[in-house]
């Protein structure tokens, strides 16, 4: 089965650290999200692309967070620097436009700043 | 601004048959998906609703009424493993944001 691929499985950092989250979608999807989830919040969107182009971002806290797409095999989603409040699980998840089998996501980041 | 309302969390016997609803109001509407959620997992996909109307899947079924921004998700002859939490989204537009409601924490008991 294809799948997403997510790494690393799990971080521990320090506050203040830069965290940098790769992921891989599967080949063929032309539209990545990346989420975050945590018990309070839920799944919240962060950032999303379409053909490598960033759609929205606008659930990203801009000042230390960026998304970026450098080629059709790997998204990343940096945090510089990180807070204790940035420790949540943060997923990606990669799809078809328009498809109605809905999106696939990977296995996850669970993300702890102490 | 978008809303997606599910209720917290459910209980429901073996065997038994649970309904999960789920109301929306959001700018824009392209579609609704149901996602299952183990402890500790990702979400995987269950269902896909952009017409009204009842999409059945095996035990699954969901259901949607664009008019009353309402769908909900029935499983029948349930089983432990079927203890999950179940994610309502909304997919605003073709291929666009798909925005999550908080879930319902599904208690399957013997």
């Known amino acids: 089965d294809a799948r997403v691929t997510q790494t690393p499985r799990d971080k521990v950092t320090e506050m203040g650290q830069e965290v940098t989250m790769r992921c891989q979608p599967i080949l063929g999807h032309n539209t990545v999200f990346w989420y975050r989830q945590t018990m309070m919040q839920g799944l919240e969107l962060l950032a999303y692309f379409r053909n490598r182009a960033p759609l929205d971002d606008s659930g990203m806290p801009k000042d230390r967070f960026s998304a970026e797409m450098p080629d059709a095999t790997l998204a990343t989603l940096k945090i510089q620097p990180s807070e204790p409040r940035d420790s949540a699980v943060y997923f990606c998840a990669s799809g078809k436009a328009g498809a109605n089998y809905g999106y696939t996501f990977g296995s996850g980041t669970r993300l702890t700043v102490v | 601004g978008q809303n997606i309302d599910q209720p917290t969390e459910m209980t429901a016997t073996e065997g038994a048959i649970v309904q999960i609803n789920c109301t929306y109001q959001?700018?824009?509407?392209?579609?609704l998906f149901w996602y299952q959620q183990h402890a500790g997992e990702a979400p995987t996909f269950l269902s896909y609703?952009?017409?009204?109307g009842l999409e059945e899947k095996g035990r699954f079924s969901s259901f949607l009424s664009r008019s009353k921004g309402y769908s909900y998700l029935l499983l029948k002859e349930l089983q432990m493993k079927d203890s999950a939490s179940y994610l309502c989204a909304v997919n605003r537009a073709a291929g666009g944001k798909l925005i999550f409601g908080q879930g319902t924490e599904l208690s399957v008991k013997p």
């Open positions: 609703n952009v017409l009204d």
């Open positions: 959001t700018s824009g509407f392209n579609g």
